[in-house]
């Protein structure tokens, strides 16, 4: 299968060419040529299966030159004793008609770990594959939980070296930590002055200068992109989708061939596009009902057509989803209407920061697609409210999903079953958990939020305090370049 730019379908790419570059040479995001359809009996034999096999199915759909030797072995060493859950990705009931998908039994306790654990392995075997001599440098920009996945990802694999970004001061003091204290021979760190959104167009700026790359070229050095507009984020997060539909019907809770819903915390619209992928493959889904905090763009423009990012910047309790400009809300926008049309919006956008889809795309659009948003206040009373009543724990991103999914089903009376995508631990932000069950952490969040729920404190955020600091640094925007600059010299 050949895979084409969402800003121009005439030039072809094969897979390992599109994960290899990430990003299209013309800007654009890498999409498949065509879908490929999971029949029924398909979908049947996935449900027999276990997580591993589920993803070397799906994922070598995409994958033709890769063989299936190849994806075992990944898929192997990718869900592995790396992960703290037999499933990977369990599926937890909370009563008949609402599961909670948990993405975050992996080395960072967030979902990030589900595409970041796979993706070292697809493009280090990309590489090869394309014949390419120079060794690839990662640049990531991250609202907190990418940087951190991507590390652990590429630490110390051969031939490759990983640079991270992250917002002064818009990410969680856990996040922070996780990254600054990060180990590898491989790894750069450092804080931008600004949101995440400047971190991102940094990154960007980066990658677009081309006599840069010479330079780095002559190095024997070339860039590429851990973010989700990687065509290799996004696959191995089409897997637990089917995973969680297949662990439904098994539960005996939804008849095989029913629709399920999904509710997803959606920052980039990395993950919930991953799930638009798997209905089209042929999943039951009924609706995707698109979640954002105090950074609303996308309720905005799912409700209205209008994609506006001229609006004031929330640093909110769910930080990995304070975000105005959602990358990966290209490639959809690419399989409602053509390459040209795609273009279109994206140069208004760059120039005006906003622009305005035509009815046929909204009407598109909304045929799959709600949307909805909760502030902080919401999103801890959400919190508090289902430990009070189930002694279920919820993180804050899947605490906004949880609300906009309870909002949703008394506005429109569709009670179809659903499921909400859990993207991380709720150790992960534990002062905020702590105070959306009315309890205050103190100097010890992680400690107090165990004692609270009966929790273990999960491993890799254990005595993350007494690890060194290895990266303090804190740069402005534009010293960003020469940062690289320096890390591959
Ligand atoms: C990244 C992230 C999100 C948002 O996911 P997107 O793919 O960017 O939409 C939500 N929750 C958590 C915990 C995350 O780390």
Request: aromatic share 10%; proline share 4%.
């Given at each position: 299968m050949n895979y084409f730019s969402t800003r121009n379908e005439t030039k072809k790419y094969t897979a390992a060419q599109a994960i290899a570059m990430?990003?299209?040479?013309?800007?654009g995001l890498f999409v498949p040529e065509t879908i490929p359809s999971v029949d029924e009996s398909a979908l049947r034999a996935l449900c027999g299966m276990d997580y591993r096999a589920r993803a070397v199915e799906l994922m070598g759909l995409y994958l033709e030159e890769f063989s299936r030797e190849e994806l075992e072995g990944f898929v192997r060493r990718a869900y592995a004793?790396?992960?703290?859950?037999?499933?990977?990705a369990p599926l937890h009931l909370l009563d008949d008609a609402t599961g909670f998908l948990e993405l975050w039994y992996g080395p960072t306790c967030a979902f990030k770990d589900m595409a970041l654990q796979m993706l070292p392995y697809l493009l280090t075997a990309s590489l090869k594959k394309t014949g390419e001599k120079r060794q690839v440098c990662i640049l990531v920009a991250t609202s907190g939980d990418t940087g951190k996945a991507a590390l652990e990802g590429f630490?110390?694999?051969?031939?490759t070296r990983i640079f991270v970004f992250y917002p002064d001061g818009g990410v969680s003091a856990i996040q922070r930590l996780q990254m600054v204290t990060q180990a590898g021979e491989n790894v750069g760190v450092c804080a931008v002055r600004g949101n995440f959104d400047d971190a991102q167009t940094g990154v960007k700026v980066i990658f677009g200068d081309s006599q840069f790359a010479a330079r780095l070229t002559e190095k024997g050095w070339f860039l590429s992109s851990?973010?989700?507009?990687n065509w290799g984020r996004l696959l191995p997060q089409i897997v637990y989708y089917f995973s969680a539909y297949c662990d439904y019907v098994n539960s005996g809770k939804l008849n095989f061939g029913d629709r399920l819903n999904f509710c997803v915390p959606t920052g980039n619209f990395g993950n919930i596009l991953a799930g638009w992928f798997a209905k089209q493959m042929g999943?039951?889904?009924g609706r995707f009902i698109c979640a954002s905090n105090a950074n609303n763009v996308l309720t905005e423009f799912i409700q209205t057509g209008v994609y506006d990012k001229n609006r004031p910047f929330h640093n909110t309790i769910?930080?990995?989803?304070?975000?105005?400009?959602?990358?990966?809300l290209e490639r959809l926008l690419y399989m409602l209407t053509d390459d040209k049309t795609t273009a279109a919006y994206m140069a208004r956008l760059a120039k005006d920061g906003r622009y305005t889809v035509d009815a046929e795309v909204l009407s598109a659009l909304q045929s799959t697609f709600s949307a909805g948003f909760c502030d902080d206040d919401e999103t801890r009373g959400m919190i508090g409210r289902v430990f009070a009543e189930t002694g279920y724990l919820m993180d804050t991103h899947t605490a906004v999903a949880c609300k906009v999914l309870s909002d949703y089903r008394a506005q429109s009376g569709d009670q179809t079953p659903a499921v909400v995508v859990s993207t991380a631990s709720p150790f992960k932000f534990a002062a905020d958990v702590l105070a959306g069950l009315g309890a205050d952490g103190g100097a010890e969040p992680l400690a107090a939020l165990s004692e609270k729920s009966g929790m273990p404190i999960p491993a890799p955020l254990?005595?993350?305090?007494?690890?060194?600091?290895r990266f303090d640094g804190v740069a402005e925007k534009s010293e960003m370049e020469r940062l690289v600059d320096q890390f591959l010299s």
């Amino acid at each position: 299968m050949n895979y084409f730019s969402t800003r121009n379908e005439t030039k072809k790419y094969t897979a390992a060419q599109a994960i290899a570059m990430g990003l299209a040479p013309d800007g654009g995001l890498f999409v498949p040529e065509t879908i490929p359809s999971v029949d029924e009996s398909a979908l049947r034999a996935l449900c027999g299966m276990d997580y591993r096999a589920r993803a070397v199915e799906l994922m070598g759909l995409y994958l033709e030159e890769f063989s299936r030797e190849e994806l075992e072995g990944f898929v192997r060493r990718a869900y592995a004793e790396n992960y703290d859950h037999p499933e990977i990705a369990p599926l937890h009931l909370l009563d008949d008609a609402t599961g909670f998908l948990e993405l975050w039994y992996g080395p960072t306790c967030a979902f990030k770990d589900m595409a970041l654990q796979m993706l070292p392995y697809l493009l280090t075997a990309s590489l090869k594959k394309t014949g390419e001599k120079r060794q690839v440098c990662i640049l990531v920009a991250t609202s907190g939980d990418t940087g951190k996945a991507a590390l652990e990802g590429f630490k110390d694999v051969p031939g490759t070296r990983i640079f991270v970004f992250y917002p002064d001061g818009g990410v969680s003091a856990i996040q922070r930590l996780q990254m600054v204290t990060q180990a590898g021979e491989n790894v750069g760190v450092c804080a931008v002055r600004g949101n995440f959104d400047d971190a991102q167009t940094g990154v960007k700026v980066i990658f677009g200068d081309s006599q840069f790359a010479a330079r780095l070229t002559e190095k024997g050095w070339f860039l590429s992109s851990a973010n989700s507009i990687n065509w290799g984020r996004l696959l191995p997060q089409i897997v637990y989708y089917f995973s969680a539909y297949c662990d439904y019907v098994n539960s005996g809770k939804l008849n095989f061939g029913d629709r399920l819903n999904f509710c997803v915390p959606t920052g980039n619209f990395g993950n919930i596009l991953a799930g638009w992928f798997a209905k089209q493959m042929g999943l039951p889904v009924g609706r995707f009902i698109c979640a954002s905090n105090a950074n609303n763009v996308l309720t905005e423009f799912i409700q209205t057509g209008v994609y506006d990012k001229n609006r004031p910047f929330h640093n909110t309790i769910s930080p990995s989803m304070d975000i105005l400009v959602s990358s990966n809300l290209e490639r959809l926008l690419y399989m409602l209407t053509d390459d040209k049309t795609t273009a279109a919006y994206m140069a208004r956008l760059a120039k005006d920061g906003r622009y305005t889809v035509d009815a046929e795309v909204l009407s598109a659009l909304q045929s799959t697609f709600s949307a909805g948003f909760c502030d902080d206040d919401e999103t801890r009373g959400m919190i508090g409210r289902v430990f009070a009543e189930t002694g279920y724990l919820m993180d804050t991103h899947t605490a906004v999903a949880c609300k906009v999914l309870s909002d949703y089903r008394a506005q429109s009376g569709d009670q179809t079953p659903a499921v909400v995508v859990s993207t991380a631990s709720p150790f992960k932000f534990a002062a905020d958990v702590l105070a959306g069950l009315g309890a205050d952490g103190g100097a010890e969040p992680l400690a107090a939020l165990s004692e609270k729920s009966g929790m273990p404190i999960p491993a890799p955020l254990q005595n993350l305090e007494e690890r060194p600091v290895r990266f303090d640094g804190v740069a402005e925007k534009s010293e960003m370049e020469r940062l690289v600059d320096q890390f591959l010299s």
